[in-house]
Every structure is written in C-alpha cells, then in structure tokens.
C-alpha cells in the first residue's frame, strides 16, 4: 500500500485565490482527518469523516474551509478565498477504526498564501 | 476538557544521555494514548502505542494512571531521535484524537 498519498506537495498562490488540497486514504480506512499544523498552534484537527460522511467539522476555521469526500477513496479540502494566514501545513490521515490503531498520515501540503 | 498536555516545548539533551519527554492527560475512563514523531520536513509517523506495550528505537512509554501520564523514555538518546514528538489519545467520549501542544527534541553530539 503507498499510504496516505496528498496533493500538491507544496502551493503557493495569491491572497484571494481558491486552494485545493486532496488526499487519497489508505484502501479499507473507515475514517479521514484533516490536520493543520503550524508553529503557533501545533497540531488542529479540523474535520473528520466515516465513511464519507463528514462527522465533526467543528475545527474548520470559519466559512472559507470546506471539505468534501466523495467516495471512500478521495477527499479534498478547499479555501476560498485563501488569506496569508492560512499558510500552514496541512496533513490527512487515515485510519481503519476510531480507537484503538492509531492514524496514518499523509505527507501534508505546504501552503504558502502571499 | 479531555486532553493530553505536553509541558516542554522544548527539549535539549547530549547523545548518550537519558531522555524523557513528558505527556499528561486528563480522561475519564481508561484512555488510549499514543506517541508520534515527526523528523524534520516529514510526515507524523506512530512511535507506540500504550496498548502494545512495544519499544520502538528504543523508546517507550508506560502508562500510569495515578500520575495520569504517559511519558516517553528513552535511556541513551542519539543524534537522529532529533524531532519533533507528539503525544495524543482517544477519550472515551471523543470520536478524533487529541494531541500535544509537542516537544521539539535535540540531541546534541
């Protein structure tokens, strides 16, 4: 299996541009996390999904995030319109259950909004 | 609130010397607690798991629920332990997993 496979490794694009990222989870995981990670805030957990269905989103940040998985084997999460603090790393993961295997993360994506 | 707490930010030590990174956490019931450590410009990679009860790279981490922590030791640190190391864990009553604020780890020569 190639693990968590996301897309673009890195992106840079203007203030006010809509952003992309994607995320293959590993075949068989029931569950998909978005992570941001930064310096100032570590490690934040902005949404969930079972089985496609989105189940916690309470960490996205504010409207400009949404986040979609069509299938059990694409997800993507969106920014529109990007802002510089947005700039961040962000990490999917995967996971076969909730509780007792831990995850599988991704690569991330490094986004830098200028 | 259910969490786990890493106090140190930061983290200093000499190769060959013992190391110890700290992780509290505040869970009713009997949480399940993991380490992960990232090296520099990589993606979180799972160290252990307290359910295993393994030593990977010669670390590992032992649960003690009065302390409620859940430390990772490692008794003879070396240049490429050199990371960043998240603690996290599942509660009972969570459904995502919670991680540490992190401790970014040196290892001098």
């Known amino acids: 299996d190639a693990g968590v496979i996301q897309s673009p490794r890195h992106e840079v694009t203007e203030m006010g541009q809509e952003v992309t990222l994607r995320c293959k989870p590993i075949?068989?995981?029931?569950?998909l996390f978005w992570y941001r990670q930064t310096m100032m805030r570590g490690l934040e957990l902005l949404i969930y999904?079972?089985?496609?269905?989105?189940?916690?989103d309470s960490g996205m940040p504010e409207d400009r995030f949404s986040a979609k998985m069509p299938n059990a084997s694409f997800s993507t999460l969106k920014i529109q319109p990007s802002e510089p603090r947005d700039s961040a790393v962000y990490f999917c993961a995967s996971s076969p259950s909730v509780r007792d295997y831990g995850y599988t993360f991704g690569s991330g994506t490094r986004l830098t909004v200028v | 609130a259910q969490r786990v707490t890493q106090p140190e930010k930061l983290l200093s030590v000499f190769k060959g010397a013992p190391v110890e990174l700290k992780c509290n956490y505040s869970y009713s019931g009997s949480p399940e607690l993991f380490w992960y450590v990232q090296y520099s410009r990589q993606r979180l990679q799972l160290l252990l798991r307290?359910?295993s009860r393994e030593s990977i790279k010669g670390f590992t981490a032992d649960l003690n629920k009065g302390e409620t922590s859940f430390h990772l030791k490692k008794p003879f640190a070396q240049e490429e332990d050199s990371a960043m190391y998240y603690c996290?864990?599942?509660?009972?009553?969570?459904?995502?997993?919670?991680f540490g604020a992190g401790t970014r780890l040196t290892v001098k020569p």
């Open positions: 307290h359910i």
């Open positions: 075949s068989g995981h029931d569950y």
């Open positions: 999904f079972n089985n496609n269905v989105p189940i916690d």
């Open positions: 996290a864990g599942w509660g009972i009553n969570n459904n995502d997993m919670r």
